[in-house]
């Protein structure tokens, strides 16, 4: 009998195990050689906590805040595409799962299912739904409204994908969104989604945006605007300038431009660019609820993960993501307890050491 999973690489592998080869290498696979995928983890391995003792630690909290909406903890769950293809419990398994764990789940355009279902799934719970402008800025339009008018409180603008990177685990496999499996906002652009690949998708964008389209969405939208996938602190500090009310340092779980920088070793430069401007945010390779702590401590307001909550869904549905929320949240409350941090708003820079010498061992 499988041993019960009791933390996020245990659901990884039943993920595995469960997944055929066509989806799995979708869901698990970077850009080229993968070095930035395995660089996302491997950098958090170079990072080392450094704890303080005798702090009062008997009233610990992991609740926080995100542009004013306030969340059971540091965590919010990534804009992830086909979730139905992972399970049928789809993204409104995984936003009653969300809501459930007390914190936000983005929503993205090329989900399987659409803003209003989703939000019906889990009313009254926080949400954020993340854009692609597509050449058919109609469909863009169509679906920003919807997510508006259905409570979804931010958007996040993805600004890191003009095509889709070089992902050859699908190449080989020849994945493309199987039957019966529907994306609306692709439906609504070419008709059907059954059999478009992730280039055919990401084919639909529009590789003309730039600033002023930034502005133009930002005048537009009565809730708050993230950019995510800035990776400069040259872009996060033009950000700040264009009114953005955060942006989350991401290079898209290592899935477009292979041999960028790890994001937790990008987030120290963006963090200093925004000098308190905007809120930061992080993702990529977040596995361990000490991964959280390290980010916190670097400046992050929260992380966003993508495939541990996915890797959840994969396994158990709507169940499994909750648990994999959970089980991160009482990591980061027992590892805020050990370090001697009451609230996440007090893990700070001296808590975090970068470890110079030989590479970690799990490097
Ligand atoms: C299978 C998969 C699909 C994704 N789809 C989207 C998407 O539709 N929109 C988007 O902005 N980011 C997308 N991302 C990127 C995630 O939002 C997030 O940046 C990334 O997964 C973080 O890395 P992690 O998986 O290591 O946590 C996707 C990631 C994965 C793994």
């Given at each position: 009998?499988?041993?019960e999973?009791?933390?996020?690489?245990?659901?990884?592998?039943?993920?595995?195990?469960?997944?055929?080869?066509?989806?799995?290498?979708?869901?698990?696979?970077g850009?080229?050689?993968?070095?930035?995928?395995?660089?996302?983890?491997?950098?958090?391995?170079r990072?080392?906590?450094?704890?303080?003792?005798?702090?009062?630690?008997?009233?610990?909290?992991t609740?926080?805040t995100?542009?004013?909406?306030?969340?059971?903890?540091?965590?919010?769950?990534?804009p992830?595409?086909?979730?139905?293809?992972?399970?049928?419990?789809?993204?409104?398994?995984?936003?009653r799962?969300?809501a459930?764990?007390?914190?936000?789940?983005?929503?993205?355009?090329?989900?399987?299912?659409?803003?209003?279902?989703?939000?019906?799934?889990?009313?009254?719970?926080?949400?954020?739904?993340?854009?692609y402008?597509?050449?058919?800025r109609?469909?863009?339009?169509?679906?920003?409204?919807?997510?508006?008018d259905?409570?979804?409180?931010?958007?996040?603008?993805?600004?890191?994908?003009?095509r889709?990177?070089?992902?050859?685990?699908?190449?080989?496999?020849?994945?493309a969104?199987?039957?019966?499996i529907?994306?609306?906002?692709v439906?609504?652009?070419?008709?059907?989604?059954?059999?478009?690949?992730?280039?055919?998708?990401?084919?639909?964008?529009?590789t003309?945006?730039?600033?002023?389209?930034?502005?133009?969405?930002?005048?537009d939208?009565?809730?708050?605007?993230?950019?995510?996938?800035?990776?400069t602190?040259?872009?996060?500090?033009?950000?700040?300038?264009?009114?953005?009310?955060?942006?989350v340092?991401?290079?898209?779980?290592?899935?477009?431009?292979?041999?960028?920088?790890?994001?937790?070793?990008?987030l120290?430069e963006?963090?200093?660019?925004?000098?308190?401007?905007?809120?930061?945010l992080?993702?990529?390779?977040?596995?361990?609820?000490?991964?959280?702590?390290?980010?916190?401590?670097?400046?992050?307001?929260?992380?966003?993960?993508?495939?541990?909550?996915?890797?959840?869904?994969?396994?158990?549905?709507?169940?499994?993501?909750?648990?994999?929320?959970?089980i991160?949240r009482?990591?980061?409350?027992?590892?805020?307890?050990?370090?001697?941090?009451p609230?996440?708003?007090?893990?700070?820079r001296?808590?975090?050491?970068v470890?110079?010498?030989?590479?970690?061992?799990?490097?």
């Amino acid at each position: 009998m499988t041993p019960e999973p009791v933390n996020v690489a245990d659901y990884e592998r039943i993920a595995a195990d469960q997944l055929e080869d066509g989806p799995l290498g979708y869901y698990a696979g970077g850009a080229g050689d993968e070095r930035t995928l395995r660089e996302n983890v491997a950098a958090y391995a170079r990072h080392a906590l450094r704890p303080r003792v005798l702090v009062d630690v008997s009233d610990v909290s992991t609740a926080t805040t995100v542009l004013g909406t306030e969340i059971s903890m540091p965590v919010i769950v990534a804009p992830v595409a086909l979730q139905k293809m992972a399970h049928p419990d789809g993204e409104c398994g995984m936003a009653r799962a969300a809501a459930d764990a007390g914190t936000i789940m983005t929503l993205s355009t090329i989900a399987t299912a659409t803003p209003r279902e989703v939000a019906a799934a889990a009313p009254g719970a926080p949400r954020w739904f993340q854009v692609y402008v597509f050449k058919d800025r109609g469909v863009t339009r169509a679906m920003v409204d919807e997510a508006i008018d259905c409570g979804y409180t931010a958007l996040a603008l993805t600004v890191d994908a003009p095509r889709a990177g070089r992902r050859e685990r699908d190449f080989r496999t020849g994945f493309a969104v199987p039957e019966n499996i529907d994306m609306p906002a692709v439906t609504a652009a070419v008709g059907h989604s059954e059999g478009i690949t992730p280039q055919g998708v990401f084919e639909l964008i529009d590789t003309s945006l730039s600033w002023k389209d930034l502005d133009q969405l930002i005048s537009d939208s009565p809730v708050p605007v993230l950019l995510k996938g800035v990776q400069t602190g040259e872009d996060a500090r033009i950000a700040c300038e264009h009114g953005v009310a955060g942006i989350v340092v991401s290079n898209h779980g290592g899935r477009q431009l292979d041999t960028v920088q790890a994001t937790i070793d990008l987030l120290p430069e963006c963090v200093e660019a925004v000098h308190g401007r905007l809120e930061v945010l992080v993702d990529g390779g977040i596995r361990r609820g000490t991964d959280v702590l390290v980010a916190l401590a670097l400046g992050a307001k929260a992380v966003l993960v993508g495939r541990p909550a996915l890797w959840g869904l994969a396994a158990r549905g709507e169940a499994g993501a909750r648990h994999v929320l959970e089980i991160l949240r009482s990591e980061v409350e027992l590892g805020q307890v050990l370090l001697g941090a009451p609230d996440p708003g007090s893990v700070n820079r001296a808590h975090v050491t970068v470890k110079t010498g030989p590479r970690a061992a799990d490097d």
